[in-house]
């Protein structure tokens, strides 16, 4: 894939950045940090999440003040800490978490800001009539009386992109745009930035997918721990070697060598609970299982069960070869289950907390209680261990959680089950929404818990991560399992057939 | 039986109307606040501020309508503090609140001891005299209820009226709901939440203000200790009742009057010799309960209600 236009007309920058520096106490999140956009053009920001780019995107748009450093779009300096100043100079940001009041409506959202607050009307007709002709110019396609709350991700993404577009904006700056999208809605996307391209507007594309920035952006910035570390043009680079600069050095996937299966840790025979139907299933000591499918089609009910959220309702289920008498959550961590939960969020972390509460949410009676009294000072100790084994980026133990960018809560969580030796680890999707560096980080080591004989249930989207970790996989499709398949023993193809469904008729 | 009789004279509609009136003032107050995502719980005790400084003002020598713009500045003053507190400050919308009314309340009283140490009953004033609307006031059961009242239940109807517009028909408006929505779109927009918040908690609590000053100078001609007695929380539940819209809060204000002047008028038919008039006065807050239950399933609640906002922060 080709970018379109080439930003070839290099006059004055549209946007130019000086030696931007920025400090938040003693973490320098930008370091001396220059470019310049020009008209036409499209330039990727690439980087680990944490390596500065939405530091440097808020300090362009005024959000927070740059240490040192100058701003100048089209020529004119933007004064520091006001975001109305970009604004007015054209320069227009999609937000990552939008910035949208779900109950107002599209117009509403979108007129906010742009009349004077003494102004006796709004103009409604006024407004729309511009939205719609802006729609229909942009190809974004969206209904101005329609209430924000009740559309979809990808719509209100358009609402966004109108935002600015009202604004009169010549420069575009996307926050990581595609991470809340399907394919389809991608795609859209950016048949939109194209067409802005071709209208002479420039764009800042924020992202850490290399296939992206690949197929939209003309030239790439890559950021690392808050430097400037590389500037190619895309027609001369190619992913290998942006992924490697971005993570400062070669990406290592982590071996897994075949290996014998241990004793039969957990076994389901037909067994049903919520969404789950008939499931038979077995967890093997020192194997990966990997269950393959698209989300939604039993994965959670199956989690559930198995980490005691959910009863079962028939069938077996047998631990280690007994079948427990009673299950719920407390029986599954003390039978050494460890979960990575689906949603780190929800129902992984709680926000509020700091990391030393979170780190000992599911052993603080056991491990952390003495006589019914906390011992912070165990339980502290046992964070920083934690932090450092794992590598957990954060100021220290007594930081709120909400603080840390996925990647490191993640590799809390991550640590959280692993230093509890668990004999079953179940992965729900441990690696969405992770950056290639933590990626990696968590597959290394959940290979090295199934080296050292646990037993570890992966369930995943991403197909290319079932494959290339699982020692067996199964499918899932409207609550049914597929048989298993030893690695290497069957397609992507193959295991596509049965992700839409094809076989269960055979097997059942 | 008689419920129909009063259902249908126009003086149990003027009552309703005038019992309404405080409770609009206060209602269209709270939910200003609210629409800017800050909740006001210090309505009851500025309502008792604003009762005491129209009166005590006019008392003093000053006219009637400076009696009303003391008790909206007094209003301001207590919103002002407010608003330090919960937006900037970002302290706990609850417990400001509380503490403001109880602050407003005790104040009230203290000012009131050393202003007349020595009184036993409080004095009186020239109230609000009701005004006959030319023609309108001719109309049959609607000319009496609504257009022979008083000067400040007109000024209620026009409030409640020119706030609806304001939130819905102007950028300020709608900068005020997007506030109580999603403060970051405000910010995002270049336009400062602080300021916007600030102005809507300091603005109704200068009309929670005038609605208790309604009591002192209309509705009644003096002042005593318990005369808001708990009006402003019916209004809290008034701003949920009324989903947050002017015109369905001043409904819903009417219809808590209306029960309120029935459970009177009640008391006195034959069913008042029967059950005991405790009943009676309980009915309009049971039938508001009611309503409350009824009406505030499909309500949206500003999104960003009581949620403070710090720039920068995740």
């Keep these: ?508 | 039986m008689d419920l129909f009789d009063i259902l249908l004279s126009a003086s149990f509609w003027a009552a309703a109307i005038r019992i309404a009136s405080p409770l609009i003032f206060a209602t269209i107050g709270e939910l200003i606040c609210e629409r800017a995502g800050v909740l006001n719980l210090g309505i009851e005790g500025i309502m008792v501020a604003g009762a005491f400084a129209g009166w005590i003002s006019v008392w003093a020598g000053l006219p009637l309508w400076g009696g009303v713009a003391v008790a909206l500045l007094v209003g301001m003053a207590f919103g002002a503090l407010h608003s330090v507190l919960s937006v900037p400050f970002g302290l706990s919308q609850h417990v400001v609140g509380v503490g403001i009314t109880l602050l407003a309340t005790s104040v009230t009283f203290y000012t009131y001891r050393v202003v007349l140490p020595e009184v036993s009953s409080p004095p009186k004033i020239q109230a609000f005299q009701p005004y006959e609307i030319p023609l309108l006031s001719d109309i049959p059961l609607l000319g009496p209820a609504l257009f022979s009242q008083t000067p400040l239940t007109y000024a209620a109807f026009v409030l409640a009226l020119i706030t609806g517009l304001v939130l819905f028909r102007t950028p300020l408006g709608l900068a005020v709901r997007a506030a109580g929505e999603n403060p970051s779109a405000v910010a995002a927009q270049g336009l400062s939440v602080t300021a916007i918040r600030m102005g809507a908690v300091i603005v109704g609590s200068g009309f929670m203000a005038v609605g208790g000053a309604f009591l002192t100078m209309s509705a009644f001609d003096s002042f005593f200790f318990d005369m808001v007695g708990g009006r402003g929380w019916i209004c809290i539940a008034l701003v949920v009742f009324g989903a947050w819209r002017p015109g369905k809060a001043v409904l819903g204000a009417i219809l808590f009057a209306a029960f309120d002047a029935l459970q009177i008028r009640v008391q006195q038919t034959s069913l008042g010799t029967v059950i005991p008039y405790q009943i009676f006065l309980m009915m309009p807050y049971v039938l508001s309960i009611l309503a409350l239950v009824l009406m505030s399933r499909s309500a949206q609640v500003p999104a960003a209600l009581m949620v403070p906002f710090n720039k920068g922060t995740r």
């Design chain 1, 1 to 508: 894939m080709t970018a379109v236009g080439q930003g070839a007309e290099r006059g004055t920058p549209v946007l130019r950045m000086e030696g931007i520096t920025k400090r938040f106490g003693s973490v320098t999140a930008n370091e001396g940090i220059s470019f310049s956009l020009y008209e036409g053009e499209v330039i990727a920001l690439l980087g680990e999440n944490g390596a500065g780019k939405t530091t440097l995107m808020n300090i362009l748009f005024g959000q927070y003040s740059a240490d040192e450093g100058v701003v100048e779009a089209f020529g004119q300096p933007l004064p520091a800490g006001a975001p109305r100043a970009a604004l007015d100079a054209g320069v227009g940001m999609v937000h990552q978490h939008f910035t949208l009041a779900d109950n107002l409506t599209v117009w509403e959202n979108i007129t906010l800001g742009t009349q004077g607050l003494a102004a006796l009307s709004l103009r409604p007709a006024r407004v729309k009539a511009k939205i719609r002709d802006l729609s229909k110019r942009f190809h974004l396609a969206v209904d101005p009386d329609a209430r924000v709350g009740n559309l979809t991700v990808g719509e209100r993404q358009r609402v966004e992109i109108l935002k600015a577009l009202y604004r009169e904006a010549r420069v575009l700056i996307l926050d990581e745009p595609t991470a809340v999208l399907t394919p389809q809605e991608t795609d859209a996307l950016f048949a939109t930035l194209r067409e802005a391209i071709a209208m002479g507007l420039s764009i800042v594309f924020i992202s850490h997918k290399l296939h992206e920035v690949m197929a939209i952006a003309h030239r790439v910035l890559v950021l690392r721990h808050g430097r400037l570390v590389a500037e190619r043009q895309v027609a001369e680079t190619h992913p290998q070697e942006l992924a490697s600069i971005m993570v400062g050095g070669d990406v290592g996937t982590p071996d897994v060598p075949a290996m014998p299966a241990g004793p039969a840790l957990l076994t389901l025979s037909k067994a049903s609970a919520g969404a789950l139907r008939d499931a038979d299933l077995t967890l093997f000591a020192g194997q990966i299982t990997g269950i393959a499918g698209v989300s939604g089609n039993g994965q959670g009910a199956l989690s559930d069960l198995i980490s005691g959220v959910l009863a079962l309702q028939s069938g077996r289920m047998e631990i280690a070869g007994k079948a427990p008498d009673k299950w719920d959550a407390r029986r599954a961590i003390a039978h050494g289950i460890g979960r990575i939960p689906e949603d780190r969020h929800k129902t992984g972390t709680i926000a509020d907390f700091d990391l030393t509460e979170n780190a000992i949410l599911e052993t603080y009676q056991s491990d952390f209680a003495r006589a019914g009294w906390m011992d912070w000072t165990k339980a502290r100790q046992h964070t920083e261990h934690l932090i450092q084994t794992y590598d957990v980026r954060c100021p220290g133990p007594e930081t709120r959680i909400r603080l840390l960018s996925g990647g490191n809560m993640q590799k809390l969580i991550l640590g959280r089950v692993l230093e509890e030796n668990p004999q079953i680890i179940l992965a729900n999707q441990p690696v969405r929404g992770l950056d290639i560096g933590a990626v990696n980080y968590v597959h290394s080591r959940l290979a090295a818990a199934r080296e050292g004989g646990s037993a570890v249930l992966l369930i995943s989207e991403d197909l290319d991560e079932i494959m290339k970790l699982s020692d067996t996989i199964h499918v899932m499709s409207e609550g049914r399992l597929s048989p298993a398949f030893a690695r290497g023993a069957i397609s992507a193809s193959e295991l596509g057939k049965w992700m839409a469904g094809q076989g269960f008729e055979d097997a059942s």
